[in-house]
């Protein structure tokens, strides 16, 4: 069974960002800027200006006429979170080169961006034809996490090839040292202006019945801003232009013309001149990033927007351009929407908050959580703002996000932290996966001040987000997780969402306490109780076959692992963090057949989850690192095998009441200094001779450690090392061939 792709809306992809923007009808050619691009051998090349200067137009008119095949980004807030860019990123290449290694690990819940553009550098050198990649509206990465993913890749570019950055500023790439070195070419504001001769070409096209002196007049004014001349471009072709009447398009300074008197000249010579519904439909929907027929009509309370977009789109209207996704997505120009949100301030003050309000709701429910984010935000709807960050703080978090997540939980003024339940489990979340103990545990510390009986948007309460939260993080060791686990099974699986987790985890908790008298039997209780939850059944599965392992029973262990692949495959899971086990497992059932390939491949998987900053708790790094090594172990790698025991010794110190691990620690350090690495031929070790010994008589291993002052867990494992190193399976069994081999006298 194949794995299945993650969907757009846990990946965080937005259609918006991913596609070439369609070139706008009768927009002016820049020949000699795109031959002089068309010609560079620079693998990075940097357009910075603000806006109005005809970066994009550039850019475009630049991938028309090369012959490379071109990626295109448009950028905005979310892309500051470095998986989201790397995910867009890998999306758009993937249309000009093959990427599919990448794309997989870019999609996996657990992307690593560093490794991504790794693997891109591979798939790069691999590949037989050259590429641009161009990353639109650079200037909104935030943050130095973006920036950085960015600059490895750029770093990573193959000759021949060349990344294209276009903004009104640019993020922290190293463009000094890539100047120097001859890597980097920038284009500025004086390189971007229409000299004279172009601006009167521009004009002239537009209206070629114009004046000398309307053409005149207005490249003076306009000191080669492109954004002004295409504007009057459209207003003297339309004969609505009237030079002098509202000073024009002044410049300020030799600089980009000052935004208040481009709105007026917007207003005045353009805005006035559109029909009453299509000015409508771009001033109130200015409130939106990215334009959409379906949105549009959600939050205006059209029915036409589609239509009106395209024909604006199509007819070479400078305010609004579409993307090449067969007429899906559209955008209004950053500069003239900034002046066309002013004009519905104007005009109907009360109503921006209204339509934002909307615009998150469809946002939200069509997958773009990011944007319907910014627009609850922007709106001032907190308590909107604090249900999305909920309902999607664990797709975030389970799908790499977390970046994202941190932002949309900073523009909360902090006492709104403290007090909404909502964002508390978040937030309490978000610092879990981090790893931030400290401010973890006063989240924690503040939910037990509330109410515990309040309502969640998950139909649970705020005492079972808290026991959750509790059970999985170890918080209070793992007698305090066994506690969370039982309060949430008592409480039923209609009651809380965490049940089936709190199944395995509990179960598990217990076992590796020295509680279940049963553990195989309990395991596969819970495995049936999981049955239909993908994860948590794996899971089960998976520390069931362990527990068949340890008992011996090593083809029932390989049958539930075989069931837990499969359902990790179908799933989509191999990359969930959650499901580190079943990989764990896989080593050890897979080394113990002797097929080490497959067994170093799984241990690999495992060890990726197990080496995040932000991985698994110090319960989990015991068990699974303790079972990695036992595989290591089996295939006579003892470097890779004390490598994890050497990992292991200080963390026992923080889980002391771990007593089947800390048992299984001492046995398998016990086996790598005596060197014994062959199964069926170790020697056995002093204890387990004294363990042998007594298997000769009727005491229950109980009685036997009571008789050589061990636990019975200890008991346990030296028992089943017997077995293994004697090649039986039974107690009476490892008598009787320990008698034959005289290591028991008759």
Not at 240 to 249: D, F, P
Not at 304 to 323: H, K, Q
Not at 482 to 500: F, L, M, N, R
Request: aromatic share 4%; proline share 5%.
């Amino acid at each position: 069974m194949t794995g299945l792709r993650p969907s757009v809306r846990e990946l965080g992809i937005s259609p918006q960002t991913v596609g070439l923007p369609r070139a706008r009808t009768g927009a002016f050619h820049r020949a000699a800027l795109v031959e002089a691009l068309c010609a560079s051998s620079c693998t990075g090349i940097a357009m910075q200006a603000p806006a109005g200067y005809g970066k994009t137009t550039l850019a475009l008119q630049w991938v028309e006429r090369d012959a490379r095949p071109a990626a295109w980004l448009t950028l905005d807030d979310g892309d500051s979170d470095p998986v989201v860019l790397i995910r867009h990123a890998v999306a758009a290449l993937e249309d000009v080169v093959p990427v599919p290694e990448s794309r997989c690990l870019a999609e996996g819940r657990s992307a690593d961006p560093t490794r991504v553009v790794e693997s891109l550098a591979t798939e790069f050198a691999a590949a037989e034809t050259p590429f641009l990649l161009v990353l639109d509206d650079v200037h909104t990465l935030t943050g130095l996490q973006a920036p950085h993913v960015l600059d490895r890749l750029m770093s990573r570019i193959p000759e021949g090839s060349a990344v294209v950055l276009a903004g009104r500023a640019m993020p922290a790439v190293h463009m000094a040292r890539r100047r120097l070195s001859g890597n980097l070419t920038c284009l500025g504001p004086e390189d971007l202006q229409l000299d004279p001769e172009d601006a009167a070409g521009l004009l002239r096209m537009a209206a070629p019945a114009a004046t000398d002196a309307v053409v005149d007049d207005l490249v003076e004014r306009c000191e080669g801003w492109a954004a002004a001349l295409a504007l009057a471009s459209l207003t003297i072709a339309e004969g609505a232009v009237a030079v002098g009447a509202t000073g024009g398009v002044a410049a300020t300074n030799g600089s980009a013309p000052h935004a208040r008197l481009v709105f007026e000249y917007l207003h005045e010579e353009y805005l006035d001149q559109l029909d009453p519904s299509d000015r409508d439909l771009l001033v109130r929907s200015s409130v939106l990033d990215g334009l959409n027929g379906e949105l549009c009509d959600e939050v205006l309370d059209r029915r036409d927007s589609a239509a009106v977009l395209e024909r604006l789109a199509s007819s070479g209207n400078l305010l609004v351009s579409g993307l090449q996704d067969g007429g899906r997505w559209y955008r209004c120009h950053a500069l003239f929407r900034e002046c066309l949100v002013d004009e519905m301030r104007v005009r109907s003050p009360r109503q921006e908050s209204d339509l934002r309000v909307r615009a998150a709701r469809w946002l939200s429910a069509h997958g773009y959580a990011d944007q319907a984010m910014t627009q609850a935000i922007a709106a001032n709807d907190l308590d909107l703002a604090a249900e999305l960050a909920y309902n999607e703080f664990f797709i975030c978090l389970n799908n790499g996000r977390v970046a994202s997540m941190e932002r949309w939980l900073g523009a909360f003024p902090p006492d709104i932290l403290r007090r909404d339940p909502r964002l508390l489990v978040a937030a309490a979340w978000t610092d879990f996966v981090q790893r931030r103990t400290d401010d973890f545990e006063h989240r924690v510390g503040l939910m037990s001040a509330l109410d515990p009986a309040h309502p969640m948007p998950d139909g649970s309460t705020l005492e079972f987000a808290r026991l959750a939260l509790v059970m999985m993080s170890g918080l209070g060791g793992v007698k305090e997780s066994i506690v969370a686990a039982a309060a949430i099974v008592e409480a039923g699986p209609d009651a809380c969402p965490w049940w089936q987790v709190a199944r395995v985890v509990g179960t598990v908790c217990l076992w590796i306490t020295g509680s279940l008298p049963d553990p195989c039997g309990e395991l596969a209780q819970v495995e049936f109780d999981t049955r239909g939850s993908p994860a948590p059944n794996a899971v089960a599965l998976a520390q069931l076959a362990l527990a068949r392992f340890w008992e011996n029973e090593h083809e029932a262990a390989r049958g539930c692992l075989e069931r837990a692949l499969e359902i990790v495959r179908a799933a989509g899971l191999e990359d969930y963090l959650l499901v580190t086990p079943v990989h764990a497992a896989h080593a050890l059932i897979a080394a113990e057949q002797g097929a080490a390939t497959e067994s170093r491949e799984a241990a690999t998987r495992a060890l990726h989850s197990l080496s995040k900053p932000w991985g698994l708790v110090t319960r989990s790094q015991i068990e699974f690192r303790l079972v990695l090594a036992e595989a290591a172990f089996l295939l006579d790698d003892l470097r890779a095998a004390k490598e994890q025991m050497s990992i292991v010794s200080p963390l026992l110190a923080d889980e002391p009441e771990d007593v089947v691990l800390r048992d299984r620690y001492d046995e398998l350090d016990q086996r790598l200094k005596e060197g014994a690495t062959v199964p069926g031929s170790d020697p056995l070790t002093a204890a387990e001779l004294r363990v042998l010994e007594q298997l000769r008589t009727h005491r229950s291993l109980e009685e036997i450690g009571t008789q050589l002052y061990v636990s019975r867990n200890t008991v346990k494992s030296h028992t089943i090392a017997i077995y293994r190193k004697l090649g039986v399976s039974s107690r009476g069994a490892a008598v009787e061939q320990a008698e034959a081999t005289g290591l028991l006298e008759v």
